[in-house]
């Protein structure tokens, strides 16, 4: 079946512009996981959605990041007023804890360069 | 932060030879995962270990895990150039935390053809 997609799969902004990125998880799965990868950071925890519950956000670096994930299904993360440190791979990921599957399936990847 | 520490952090071996890496990690765990990288993007599940699992294999992946001393290891046996990727390990610190992954840093393997 299909694989966890995000879109696009490449993304040059200039410092201070808004930016959206998306995540389709894979039909069925419950949970819903944004990571961001850079040089620097390694593999960062974002944000997490479960079901109906209120997301965790624990790893949004600032309050320029916010992600919504509508229908139980897309979710899509945005940052505002972008800055180079935001540069970096966004991956997000999707599984189905609440069945005792806890392994996540990874989507390809954002790679957002902010210039 | 990154809770998980994976040694070594590169790894060069010849096609044939097995391949060690190890990863400690500092709270109590659900579970802890194994996953492949190639080419810096999307990662692949391998193998996942449960908190009251001691060792799992996987085909040519064997795991272990000792939560006395807060570590596990993933050896790949009989290594192949295709297995040349980045591995990091990731727990699942349960609790609130249910379901969201803490990743290491990772090691970067080279398999010699």
């Known amino acids: 079946g299909a694989g966890v997609s995000q879109s696009p799969s490449n993304k040059v902004t200039e410092k201070g512009k808004d930016v959206e990125l998306r995540c389709d998880p894979i039909?069925?799965?419950?949970?819903l996981y944004w990571y961001r990868q850079s040089l620097g950071q390694g593999l960062e925890f974002l944000i997490y959605?479960?079901?109906?519950?209120?997301?965790?956000k624990s790893g949004l670096p600032s309050d320029r990041f916010s992600a919504e994930r509508t229908g139980g299904s897309v979710s899509t993360l945005t940052i505002q007023r972008t800055q180079q440190e935001d540069s970096a791979v966004y991956l997000c990921?999707?599984?189905?804890?609440?069945?005792?599957?806890?392994?996540?399936?990874f989507g390809p990847g954002t790679r957002l360069t902010v210039t | 932060s990154q809770q998980g520490e994976e040694d070594p952090q590169a790894l060069s071996i010849q096609e044939g030879e097995n391949a060690t890496m190890n990863c400690s990690y500092k709270?109590?765990?659900?579970?802890l995962q194994w996953y492949r990288q190639n080419s810096g993007r999307g990662l692949v599940h391998l193998i996942l270990?449960?908190?009251?699992?001691r060792e799992k294999h996987s085909g040519r992946l064997r795991v272990t895990l000792d939560t006395s001393k807060k570590s596990s290891s993933l050896l790949i046996t009989a290594s192949r150039a295709a297995d040349t990727a980045s591995y990091f390990c990731?727990?699942?610190?349960?609790?609130?935390?249910?379901?969201?992954?803490?990743f290491g840093q990772g090691t970067i393997l080279t398999v010699h053809p």
């Open positions: 990921a999707s599984s189905k804890p609440g069945q005792g599957t806890y392994e996540q399936y």
């Open positions: 270990i449960r908190s009251n699992e």
């Open positions: 990731a727990t699942d610190n349960g609790g609130t935390s249910y379901g969201k992954l803490t």
């Open positions: 959605f479960q079901g109906n519950s209120a997301p965790d």
């Open positions: 709270t109590s765990i659900n579970n």
């Open positions: 039909s069925g799965h419950t949970a």
